[in-house]
């Protein structure tokens, strides 16, 4: 099926560093999530983006709808060990006509103590 | 809320048995249940959305006979896999979703197949 392009893959950073990822897309989204999933566990939900140019907060993480709706970034502020684990973007294709979504590929996150 | 529950959490059995895996909606209604697969180090990928009362659509490649998908109630929608193989054995995940914009998911289910 098809994914969403999800960069950096991977990534070793030092605690209280920050992180940013991001998702991008050839095709235009409506809606944006972003979710943080633990191995041996389902994704959840960190932040959700409906609008172009939409800037949300969730305490250390902030995520931003991109203003040609076919990207989205995802940044941690002072990251801690906690913060390990992999990052899934998941975007709604306008005009897909169904609720389903288009997952990327991940950015697996590792911070070093 | 949005909490979604998944059951079992993991399942062994043997190859040609069929494995029935349930996911609950526990505090809203959902209208639509997606079904994911995961394979090691791998992104979800989506198996077959399901809505409420009607037939599941499955994805390109997904064999609707092997994976069985049944929405009965707003609460509640089951994946059976039948005859299972050890090529079947992977992580599924299901979501669900009452408004076309979110999608929260159950924390997955463990299959093994020997």
């Known amino acids: 099926g098809q994914q969403l392009n999800q960069s950096p893959q991977s990534m070793f950073i030092q605690e209280g560093e920050d992180v940013s990822m991001n998702c991008t897309s050839s095709?235009?989204?409506?809606?944006w999530l972003w979710y943080k999933q633990d191995p041996g566990e389902g994704p959840v939900l960190l932040i959700a983006?409906?609008?172009?140019?939409e800037l949300t907060s969730n305490g250390r993480l902030t995520a931003q709808f991109g203003i040609t709706r076919k990207d989205s970034f995802l940044n941690i502020s002072a990251s801690i060990p906690s913060d390990v684990g992999i990052y899934f973007c998941?975007?709604?294709?306008?005009?897909?006509?169904?609720?389903?979504?288009?997952f990327g590929t991940g950015t697996r996150l590792k911070v070093l103590a | 809320g949005a909490v979604v529950s998944q059951h079992p959490s993991r399942v062994i059995c043997k190859s040609g048995t069929s494995v029935k895996i349930e996911c609950r909606s526990l505090?809203?209604?959902?209208?639509?249940m997606f079904w994911y697969r995961q394979f090691p180090k791998q992104s979800l990928m989506l198996m077959a959305t399901?809505?409420?009362?009607?037939?599941?659509?499955?994805e390109q490649g997904v064999e609707k006979d092997k994976f069985l998908i049944n929405h009965a109630s707003l609460t509640l929608s089951t994946l059976t896999v039948t005859s299972a193989h050890p090529e079947d054995s992977s992580f599924y995940i299901c979501?669900?979703?009452?408004?076309?914009?979110?999608?929260?998911f159950g924390p997955g289910t463990r299959l093994l197949v020997l």
């Open positions: 979501s669900a979703s009452w408004v076309q914009e979110t999608q929260y």
């Open positions: 095709s235009i989204f409506n809606t």
């Open positions: 983006l409906y609008k172009a140019g």
């Open positions: 998941a975007g709604q294709r306008e005009g897909s006509g169904t609720y389903k979504y288009i």
């Open positions: 505090d809203f209604q959902a209208t639509t």
């Open positions: 399901s809505n409420e009362g009607s037939k599941a659509t499955y």
